[in-house]
């Protein structure tokens, strides 16, 4: 299906009010391959979305937006693994749920997550001590010049924290259509997380409930306030770096990261800057998480990077730590440096 003009109001998260000079709904790889030779016709700007739950379009964009919609879930199995062959189009959460209800655990840490199944290797999404990469075994992405289908290999994907090969390597010219998964069958409940550290769980339910109690206490449901969650990444420090912060901010909270490196907390670092619930225009700060950043109703594309601009030049003053956003920043023919567009 295309259609000419679309607002893509009810189609991103933030629910900004921008549009599309064209919007194509793909639920087979052959039409995202004919959406494309077909952007190459007209000479327009070619973009690939799932749920739009991580963008930020910074203006109407001037070409062709295709919905990956590629559906279809193949459950495999050996004595030790569960092995999960996902369509990109599928939705994230529900696949979780859906998991869970066949008694195959190991995503729940992940629930209540927005978004489609294509979308998560882009981000190596991660949440309460888990990441995409813990097992992702491979991702299939489909060549738009030659209609091949390439398997990369876990392996491959470069994945590190809110980042992959498919920001690089395998982002022009190519669309993710498949994910595969592993979960062991001997399930072992991850509880590093500090929200999760005394839950005493007799199931994965539990867990996947306790996450659903925690999120809904942190980020508004995007139906009704418009946001995409998190919108800048935790900061990743070194020790020494962390140890000489603690001298002065001896209360933020630190967590080990690999290489011997810390994690920060973006939201506590907002919070120490006297921003929660900071308003510019129609846009803000959410009451009960600073990461996240909301549309009232009516902000603008440049109220949100208003916004943005603001807290990342306040926490770089007060820390000397410049965040960077988590969300893909769009503009009118394509993805654009979203560190560039705050500085």
Known sequence: MITKHRSLKVKNTLGLDVSTRFLIVAEKKETILDAWKFSKFLKLPFLILGEASNVLFVEDFAGIIVLNRIQGINIYEDSKLWKLHIGAGENWHKLVQNMLT??????????WIPGTVGSVPIQNIGAYGVELKDFCSYVDVLHLKNGDIKRIYSTECNFSYRNSIFKNKYWTDFVIIAVG?????????????????YLKPISAWDIFNEIFLIRKRKIPDPKVIGNVGSFFKNPIVTKKEAKLLLRYFPTMPCYPYINNQIKLAAGWLIEQCNLKEFYIGDSGIYKNQALILINKGHATSQDILSLAREIRIRVGKKFNIWLEPEVRFIKAKGECDAVAMLS
């Open 102 to 111: 066949k008694g195959i655990f190991g995503l729940e840490n992940l629930a």
């Open 181 to 197: 998964i592993s979960l062991k069958k001997k399930w072992q409940p991850i509880l590093t997380y500090n929200d999760l550290k």
